[in-house]
């Protein structure tokens, strides 16, 4: 942040604290809550999808996104997963949680903070997703053909896929 969003005078920062303008006002840079979710088929087989969108267009990523005012992380994530594959929640099991990860997302040529909590579910026999909304294609990966690096700049993404694959293999 380089301005204050209440008076738009220049912010100076204190490592890690708060950002404070000429003012008196302050600013605290929490990040935004966004849920990822991976889910499996019997064979452990992990679907991924392909951002169809800037940033990270044509990379690696995970079904999820960011929680919306008044959200659980749970119902955030039911709600992009029936945005991003049209499946309901009763095409998989109940969420597992697996793990959080920091990030910064490029947004409107600035950073903004991310803090990602990922979930694992596994995908009942006869449910049959489809790639919509901002994924370009949803992709069945086994766990020994995926690679970290395909989801390029994400730092989250990457964390909670080299976490999912410790789980995996
Ligand atoms: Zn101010």
């Known amino acids: 942040m ?3 969003r209440r008076c ?11 950002y404070t303008c000429k003012n008196s006002h302050v600013l605290y840079a929490n990040p935004a809550p966004t849920v990822g979710l991976f889910l499996l088929d019997e064979q452990k087989n992990v679907l991924l999808t392909i951002r169809a969108q800037e940033p990270h267009k044509g990379m690696l990523d995970c079904i999820g996104g960011f929680v919306e005012e008044g959200e659980t992380f749970e119902q955030a994530l039911e709600r992009e997963t029936k945005e991003e594959t049209g499946l309901s929640a009763q095409e ?14 490029p947004f409107n040529s600035e950073y903004r903070s991310v803090l990602s909590n990922f979930y694992v579910a596994t995908i ?3 449910a049959s997703p489809k790639a919509n909304d901002d994924v370009a294609e949803l ?9 970290i690096d395909d989801v390029g ?9 080299s976490k999912l694959l ?3 293999t």
């Open 8 to 18: 738009g005078a220049t912010l100076t920062a204190e490592t890690n604290g708060p």
């Open 92 to 105: 998989y099991s109940e969420l597992t949680y697996l793990t959080s990860a920091p990030s910064k997302y």
């Open 166 to 168: 410790e789980v995996l």
């Open 139 to 147: 992709i069945w990966k086994r766990p020994e053909d995926i690679n």
């Open 153 to 161: 700049g994400a730092d989250d993404v990457r964390a909670g896929l």
């Open 2 to 4: 380089n301005y204050c």
């Open 124 to 126: 009942k026999n006869d």
